[in-house]
């Protein structure tokens, strides 16, 4: 069965910063590309940044870009997001995904390129 678990969200002051961690079970984690999302009360969810975990390639929502950092600890089966310099519009659901086609077709960050989400993980900022 596939498990994304989201952790790291909380409250934090404009300015700083929070990791998130989305710890992924019961897949082979170098087929999948994982993806950050978020979704603010009343908007769509949006893709924040994914990485590709067979090669390590990365790409970033433009308002994030300089921001936002994705890793990888594939002996972890993890994916981090580290979040800097956090913005009030940054306050949202976080939630991870998986693409288990990662090894060979280009996910990107539309919804429909994932599978299997997690839970969620609340990020607020306050200003």
């Known amino acids: 069965e596939v498990q994304l678990v989201e952790s790291g969200g909380g409250l934090v002051q404009a300015g700083g910063s929070l990791r998130l961690s989305c710890a992924a079970s019961?897949?082979?984690?170098?087929?999948?590309?994982i993806g950050w999302f978020r979704q603010a009360p009343g908007k769509e969810r949006e893709g924040v940044s994914l990485?590709?975990?067979?090669?390590?390639?990365?790409d970033y929502l433009d308002s994030v870009k300089g921001r936002f950092t994705i890793s990888s600890d594939n002996a972890k089966n993890t994916v981090y997001l580290q979040m800097n310099s956090l913005k009030p519009e940054d306050t949202a659901v976080y939630y991870c995904?998986?693409?288990?086609?990662?090894?060979?077709?280009?996910?990107?960050?539309?919804?429909?390129?994932?599978?299997?989400w997690g839970q969620g993980t609340q990020v607020t900022v306050a200003s």
């Open positions: 995904a998986a693409d288990p086609r990662g090894s060979w077709y280009y996910t990107t960050l539309e919804l429909y390129d994932y599978e299997y």
């Open positions: 019961g897949f082979r984690f170098d087929d999948y590309a």
């Open positions: 990485i590709r975990i067979s090669d390590g390639t990365t």
